[in-house]
């Protein structure tokens, strides 16, 4: 087999099973390694390197979602969904979390996912929209409610900058509800896939816990960088909606493209050293998407994750037994995460991870 051919037998592998993704990280060297799209098979691209990347994420003239003929929501995102609007809602958060943790820290141990990394995106995203606390079991029936009577609603928080888009003739109604809907669905598994992600990554990353005590001011970095190292989603597909050249390659209308995000976050042309943990490391990662695909709750989302890094490395200290072999990662393809992962609490500062698998 040619090593092109090798190549794309492993590239169709990962693509096709879980056990092949778990180690993921010499395929993408490999990949960064090439100069152009690997062809995995007639008509479809796996697009690997950076700067190729971020092309074709940058410009919708290039590329649109598999299954949609325009985008889910109107050109431009209604204010509100900036760092600073996610700042203001910093006490909310920390509220959230500290409501959440309180029942493990009486028992000792939290499963980091099912105990906080699933339910507090939907109580922040309930904060953000004004849900009163009796409705949160409600989520889906309050977002179509938003659309109906919605003056009649409680206002408050992202709530009132979606209805003056509204009244000012930036967003449709239906458009409100769907933004809304994105709102709560974007931000439960993207946002839990995320803060799992990131405190394994701490417990199992040489040197990451000594970095942080170091660091006291150090959460928000850290947070970002575990984004970088195990970001919650691993790859976007989309189809190619105009004839584009891509470092050598023609990708034509109707080609189906795979930007393996995972990869570009580890592009050693961007990010010298890729695969060493160093916070506050200069260059943009793609763990949220870039350009018009960027997630909207990105803001919001650094928020919960230095929250939740603060807490459970500088006021509390977790520890885990789970090895890398153990770990329970989901199959899912476009997304990485994990489906539980206990920790107990213990009082001394100082800990050691558990080596880690790069991925």
Known sequence: ?????????????????????????????????????????????????????????GDDRWTVELDAAEPFLPAGQP????????????????????????????????DVVADLARPLPVLVSCAMLAVPPADRHLL?????????????????????????????????????VAFAV?????????????LGNAVWTLLATPGALTWLDANPGGAGAAFDECLRLAGPVRLAARRVREAVPVAGRRMERGD???????????????????????????????????GPHLCPGAALARQQGEVVLDRLFRRHRVETSLSEADAPWKPSLPLLGLSALPVRFRSSAAGAGVPARER
């Open 1 to 57: 087999m040619t090593g092109h051919g090798e190549l794309r037998a492993r590239a169709f592998r990962f693509l096709a099973s879980a056990d092949e993704r778990r180690d993921a990280a010499p395929l993408y060297r490999r990949l960064l390694a090439e100069t152009a799209p690997l062809a995995v098979e007639d008509r479809s691209w796996l697009v690997s390197r950076y700067d190729d990347v971020t092309a074709l994420l």
């Open 79 to 110: 204010a509100g969904l900036d760092a600073g609007a996610a700042a203001q809602l910093r006490p909310q958060v920390e509220a959230a979390v500290d409501e959440l943790l309180e029942p493990a820290l009486a028992r000792g141990s939290l």
């Open 140 to 176: 889906l029936e309050w977002a179509t409610r938003l659309g109906d009577g919605r003056r009649g609603l409680t206002r408050g928080g992202l709530l009132d900058h979606l209805f003056a888009a509204a009244d000012g003739g930036r967003l449709r109604d239906e458009e409100l």
């Open 182 to 194: 994105l709102l709560l669905l974007n931000g439960l598994e993207t946002t839990t896939n995320a």
């Open 256 to 290: 189906t493209v795979v930007l393996l995000l995972a990869a570009a976050n580890r592009d050693p042309s961007r990010f010298p050293e890729p695969d060493a943990f160093r916070p506050g490391r200069p260059g943009r990662h793609l763990a949220f998407g870039h």
